[in-house]
């Protein structure tokens, strides 16, 4: 399994059926869990320290644990929820779990809880499992052992089996200013990238989507953190020296749910910032990506900094897809324009540039950004009002009568206005278009001549 894989995985401590019980069999759970660690001396690697700082918070809250307690008693039942943490937080290392390390753990198990050899041999399977052999979990979840766990166990499967499918990596890139981080944090559906009209890092952030919502977001930026804050997921590590950053969270919104990766390269300018052009250019030529997206800014169209990046663009893309992202699309809208004009203006510059048949896709990011906001908190006053002038802007002048008419989008219909609006700014059609290309399909032939 690849190291950043881990990332993709669901904390499935936030649904273990042992958050149920009272605290003092929590925290006994967790310190059985540290205690099978430290026997087999796996303690001490980085991600498992703080995968054990994270389940210590997630069961025990803010109680005091020893540091060492020679007795642990609990229900023999939730036994077999073990392998499964386990599993978890030594990274799904099959290396690590297949070694005879965790044959002593089993017989750590079955000795304190007095239990039989037919429950080592399940032990046994359920690390299997849990490394995600599907003869093995179609054992499991037949057994009479995991009475009570069946929908915890299948949420367990449905993530294991998520992580070992193939991601579909998507490349954004764009210079600056052109509202790529907004991007991002709206196809995301949470604020995990910095949005300032200036270039902000010389990092590659992988972005890697969970296959189900568990209330938090990782990172590994030089340090590992399994619930990381605001400030930390908006700001770089100095310590670390290398040119990437990882965060793990699920993806609110269409994309929810989908095995994707998102590489957000530094924005460019030809004429400064060289190190963030020549990193977001060796990933461009590293094809380690099935779509790339290419985001304008539409208050400037054709500047040289984007005829520069373009050609660099052409050069090295081959024939991966591409969808030109025309972004602050409801600074194109007013009484004395047509946007659309602007659009076919743009359209026929990029065909100049060599791209044949280029899709474009005019959004507002941040109109799509305030309305997934506002489904998970409250806004401020100054956002909600911002949202309101949103609504009023697109609707005089919808983006969804341009993705029917020019694209063929399927028409998509709204509940309310706050809907309305993640429609008419062109970021739902947007979505469609990315998860219509995840299932396989096509993109009007964006392949460059």
């Known amino acids: 399994m690849n190291q950043k894989d881990i990332f993709a995985s669901v904390q499935i401590i936030a649904f273990n059926p042992i958050l149920k019980e009272t605290i003092d069999i929590r925290t006994q759970y967790f310190m059985y869990l540290r205690k099978l660690i430290r026997i087999v001396r796996w303690d001490k690697r980085k991600y498992t320290k703080a995968q054990i700082a994270f389940y210590k918070n997630a069961l025990c809250d803010k109680q005091k644990v020893p540091a060492y307690k020679k007795d642990i008693f609990f229900d023999p039942h939730f036994c077999c929820l073990l392998p499964h943490d386990l599993t978890l937080m030594l990274g799904f290392d ?78 954004i890139t764009a210079t600056m200013s052109a509202g790529k981080s907004t991007l991002i944090n709206s196809l995301v559906g949470k604020n995990i990238s910095l949005m300032q009209n200036m270039a902000c890092t010389s990092k590659i952030h992988t972005i890697i989507s969970k296959p189900i919502e568990d209330g938090v977001s990782s990172e590994y930026d030089h340090d590992i953190s399994l619930n990381a804050s605001k400030e930390e997921l908006l ?45 977001s250019q060796r990933m461009i030529e590293s094809r380690r990506y099935h779509l790339m997206v290419y985001v304008l800014n539409s208050t400037q169209l054709g500047t040289t900094d984007d005829e520069h990046h373009l050609e660099i663009v052409r050069q090295r893309l081959g024939r991966t897809k591409i969808i030109f992202v025309m972004n602050k699309a409801d600074q194109l809208i007013s009484e004395d324009d047509n946007f659309l004009d602007t659009i076919e203006s743009q359209r026929k510059f990029l065909i100049s540039k060599g791209f044949k048949n280029p899709q474009i896709c005019p959004i507002s ?62 970021f739902a059609y947007f979505e469609k278009i990315i998860a219509n290309l995840y299932n396989g399909g096509n993109t009007n032939d964006t392949s460059i001549c």
């Open 365 to 426: 990011s941040r109109a799509a950004y305030l309305v997934k906001k506002s489904k998970m908190e409250k806004l401020s006053r100054i956002e909600q009002r911002e949202m309101e002038n949103f609504m009023d802007k697109f609707e005089r002048e919808r983006l969804s009568d341009y993705y029917e008419d020019n694209l063929g989008c399927p028409h998509i219909s709204a509940n309310n206005e706050v809907d309305a609006l993640f429609i008419n700014c062109g």
């Open 235 to 279: 700001s770089d590590n100095k310590d670390n020296k290398s040119c990437e950053i990882t965060v793990g969270t699920f993806f609110n919104g269409e994309l929810g749910g989908k095995r994707i990766i998102l590489f957000d390269s530094p924005g460019v300018n030809s004429s400064e910032n060289i190190e963030h052009t020549e990193i």
């Open 94 to 171: 099959s290396k690590v779990v297949k070694s005879g390390k965790v044959k002593t753990m089993i017989t750590k198990i079955i000795s304190d809880f007095d239990l039989s050899s037919k429950d080592a041999a399940f032990f046994a399977l359920e690390f299997e499992a849990a490394l995600g052999s599907s003869s093995a979990w179609e054992d499991v979840l037949r057994s009479d052992l995991t009475r009570g766990f069946k929908h915890y166990l299948k949420l367990v499967q449905k993530n294991i089996n998520f992580i070992k499918s193939q991601p579909y990596n998507i490349l």
